[in-house]
């Protein structure tokens, strides 16, 4: 119990202590240690009068109010077409919904770049061939708004499909019957009714645009637009480091975060209108007609557009010798295709180096936030020691703070103290703890709600210990929600880029950074090939994920 | 105002399973309430949506007043804004982001009323089912009785030509139910309603019909007033879903007009009505109310000796049970006294009129 509310505030509370104390002085760590503290809001106030920052956090408004606005479209739309439509193959539209989610998010922003850079883009190429005069530019805040628009939707869409299933469906009967058009009833009847989902997903995918660093530091850089998390990055990369006036940014990051989320969290809680019988409905689907294929046909549009259109750009590039194309018959020039950047990507011994040490790092996360998150979530929900509440709001704590911020503040704890955790995987893994513990802590409680108190309280009455109880009756029943918990936090803790580019050396270098690293660099080809290598890692692993917990649903079904 | 609705042959097939309706005909004048009763699963809740346009009927034809609003064999399907009608859902399906008012006058803006016109009439329709002080409520603070009340309104307002109600007082707590379907039919007479109703219960479907209709796997066995269904329900299943739970097994001895006599398996004979298609020799069942096993009495003429093997006191009333010739039945004796032991014998009459014979059909009673 202590030891937990210990390991808490040595993965929580210090590091962002050591933020705040970073963000008040104007101490460099590294050079001068930790002797001279001389405490005062001049970051604050520098920062806030600085004009790059003002820029930075209007493009961070403008880029996530325009995306979180796309989102809620696409979102809404797919949610509505596959839970009250008739349109044909809703499951397989409910799933193209929900792939962006797997998408890492720089790796499609590096797709999207090769699709939709001003000169050189896939896009204007072939519009060029077609004799089309239109040109896109992707390298603008439109293009960003467009790619967070898209990638984004997911969660909008989790939210609302959930809430327009769970709605009765006399509801929008009964105005039908007063006389109201379908369109009428949407707009004053269903949408209302679903309003608090919708602000709760909106206010959730903007938080995440937020935090979010790939897509803006790919398509946002080279027309010079910086938002909070590319600014805080470049703060940090410069020569001196500006690592107390980046603490100061990060704060103001996490400040406007954590508001969003509260906001969020109040409005999840407040009276809820959609599920206010509690029983189960039968699903109400509208006969669309012929525009059924209208709408199956945007969810093709939006598959080829999210997946299958970046997917191709990534073969082509990463395939091809020169991504220069004349003409459309030299698309197809098996000449022009070669093996040539896998094999330079394979060359550097970095890329080898990253793929391990990622690797290295999701086990270790895995494991430590797995063993972390089951004590966690055990003594939440199933024992009543004093101060449990205050183990629940500091794993939860982590949900408002940004990736990027989780490592400026990883950062200020450990860099200035020498033969420490900084240079080695294990400062990356505990930030990936740290910075996912809330997801690891909520899916490993629904698995202790679903084994029921009882069983535990026979073990005791049969003279078992507290922990030879939870040896023997709880780890095995919750197993199948471990080992689920587990696998999503080594596929979050492997894409995860926001954190580590703070918290890696060159010996510690993963594949998220070392991506980033070859498109700065300016090879296109190597980097879509590496997207592509990370992209199949992905696909793999999250395939395994799915297999390993459908067995484990299967397993639950049987004890449950 | 309010319309006649004319149902002819109607059919509904979902994509698997047996029909949901299968073939049901039957009319409701104009001003009439005629309630539709049977088990769950019967067709009933179907018929209706049919009837709001709900649900598309796979045959048949539904026209309301003169108009034909379902025939796919000509192609018509209205739809259900366009039908002037009204409905009352079991869930109540009250808006919960709208006032009381809010609700009331929601139908009354989809048809371009003069302001001054609608706030009269959610006024008058509010006096009507007694909410005038909730006007102004957020409806998620009204109770279940009270957001029924508030359906109604809302259904009620524009005068619809017919109203369509779902099972609307099963989601509410027993002793609101009587008051509101006592005040449901008041309402409904008050202002002239044509009214179909769908319910299980059939208590519920006795005060307020004009005329109930049973209905079971699709089809609708008997349509009639209230007082007909209960004295002479048409065949074995309606006689049992609507409270005859003793049955007696025997074979028609004799036939003379609608009455006959009936053998019992012992000997005994039993005087009864007999369904009309039964002919002399046929292998028959006897369907007796509990209530109309008259304990204690020995007039009339099918008066016999039976024994007591039970009691259950209940009250205002006592149940028994009984064996007569060798046959075990369950009889009422109404008042808060309990007149006969367990054990004794005692005098029991069952009046011919309250004997009814049908056709041995076992899958009748299974529900």
Redesign the interface.
Known sequence: MTLLLCVLTFLVIYPMAMLLLGALTNTNPVVHGFGVLDLSLDNFVAVLANENVHAALFNSLIACTGGTALAVVIGLTFSWIVVRTNTPWKGFIAAVSMIPLFVPPLVAAVAWSILGSPKTGLINTIFRWAGLDWRIDLYSMSGLIVVFGMYYAPYVYMFTASALRNM?P??E?????????AF?TLF??TF??I?PAIISGMLLSFVVMLGIYGIPAVLGAPANISVLTTYIFKLTAWNPPLYNTAAAVAIILMVVTAGLVVLQQRVLSG?S?AT??GKAFRPRSL?LGAWRWLTLGLAFVYLFVVVVLPTLALIVAAFRKFLFIRDAASLFDMKQYSMVHFDSVFDNPLTVRSIINTMEVGIVTALLGGVLAFAIGYTINRTRVAGRGSIDVLSTLPVAIPGLVIGVAYLWAWIGLPGGLYGTIWILALAFVARFMPDTVKALSTSFLQIHKELEEAAWICGKSLLGTIRTIVLPLASPGVIAAMTLLFVLAIRELGSSLFLYTSDTMVMAVLLLDYYEGGNTGKTAAFSLVQTVLLAVLIGIANWLSRDSAGSVGRTG | MSAALDVVDLHKSFATGRPAVDGVSFTVPAGEIVVLLGPSGCGKTTTLRCV?G?E?PTAGSISIGDRVVSAPGQGILV???H?E???V???Y?????MTVRQNVV??LK??RTTRADADRKVAETLELVGLSEYADRSV?QLSGGQMQRV?LA??LV?RPQLLLLDEPLS?LDAKLRLRLRDDLRRILKQTGMTALYVTHDQAEAVVLADRIGVMRDGKLLQMAPPADVYNRPADLFVANFTGASNLIEGRVAGRDGEFGVVEVKGGARVQAWLARSIAVGETVCVAVRPENVAIGTSNGSNAFTARIVGRRYQGTQTAYDIDLFGVRLEALELGTAARHEVGAEAPVSLSRDACWAYRDDKTATQE
């Open positions: 009765d006399s509801l009967e009964a105005s039908e019957i007063a006389g109201a058009s009428r004053t009847v209302p009714l309003a009276r209108y206010v019988a006969d | 709001a709900l598309h739809a259900p804004r039908r009608i009204g409905m859902f079991q869930s399906a009250v808006w919960p982001h929601y139908p989809q048809r998620v359906a809302r259904s524009y989601n």
